[in-house]
């Protein structure tokens, strides 16, 4: 049985990652917290999800407990189930008491999702209320595509996007055409390379965006 999230898991679990860490923190009942959870969100009704919920809790817990431990002992943990090191490590630092608690304004929350650059999560928050301008969700959502593009290079993951939010085709290769325009001002080096699925090879994120662009999609 596999433990790692699959891309729609992992943009749930985002969602739910800060009440699980504010649990932990905060002393809270972790079963009765974890029932809770499972009512409220799709992915949880697997049982695998499930099981993943519940040892990143316990994994978050050991954290909480064991002070003398080594942070990136437990954000390495965390990273084994596909979430980033930015929310794994976010999370540890939260249940020990590193950060202020989680705020209780939407818009605040919406500012922390931005800070720690989780931008689909943000983009979901925005959405909620109908007073924020949908300028502002634009926004939100294009810094989320190119998160997508340019840090993860995650295609199924930016292509998932841009069909959820209906995003029409000549908006994405401005997007992407913005970000090829960006890599103009460096130099290619080898820092640059990641592994392609889709090649199987390791290319810029410059190619990355011209095999998009080339692609039917």
Known sequence: MSHRLSDEELREFEFILPRLTK?????SDIDKSLANISNECNSTKEKRFNEI???YAQILQEAHDNLDTREDEYVAKLMEFGT??????????HVRGRLPPATTTLEDEIQFEISRRNCVRAVV???KRATIPQNEIWRLKELALRQYASDYRNLPGFNKLVQDWEIPRTEVERILRDIWEEQNNYATS???LQYDIKT???ITLKEWIENVLNSKW
């Open 84 to 93: 980033h090191w930015a929310s794994a490590k976010l999370a540890v630092l």
């Open 200 to 202: 199987m090879q390791n």
């Open 23 to 27: 649990v932990i923190a905060t002393g």
């Open 190 to 192: 080898e820092a640059s």
């Open 125 to 127: 928050l925005a959405e």
């Open 53 to 55: 919920l519940r040892r």
